[in-house]
């Protein structure tokens, strides 16, 4: 077990393929994001700007707006009204893309 240098979360090691015995294993930190096959090393933004801030809000805003939709059912029977699940999930992958920042391997 190790953890990541960036975030200190635990470093998740598992089998390439699952339920393969043997063969290649892979690592990742499901903070950062960090893959050991890839050659970009997402990193956590540990110093987002204000714009970022308020855009990450935004978009935390509207995903609990939309579970709640889904929870409650507010605006169901409005016509043409349809919740977007794929939308929610769409948003929660752009959220947590927000908080990384990409870097190149051998870059420094």
């Known amino acids: 077990m190790s953890n990541c240098d960036?975030?200190?979360e635990e470093i998740i090691e598992r089998p390439m393929y699952r339920g393969v015995v043997g063969g290649d294993w892979i690592a990742t930190c499901e903070i950062c994001g960090w893959h050991s096959e890839d050659?970009?090393?997402p990193r956590i933004n540990l110093n987002p700007s204000k714009d970022e801030i308020i855009s990450q809000k935004k978009l935390v805003n509207s995903i609990r707006a939309d579970f709640h939709d889904l929870i409650y059912g507010r605006n169901r029977s409005k016509a043409g009204y349809d919740l977007d699940v794929d939308g929610?999930?769409?948003k929660l992958r752009e959220l947590s893309q927000s908080m990384v920042f990409l870097e190149i391997e051998g870059d420094e």
């Open 88 to 90: 929610i999930f769409q």
């Open 6 to 8: 960036v975030c200190d």
């Open 39 to 41: 050659d970009v090393m």
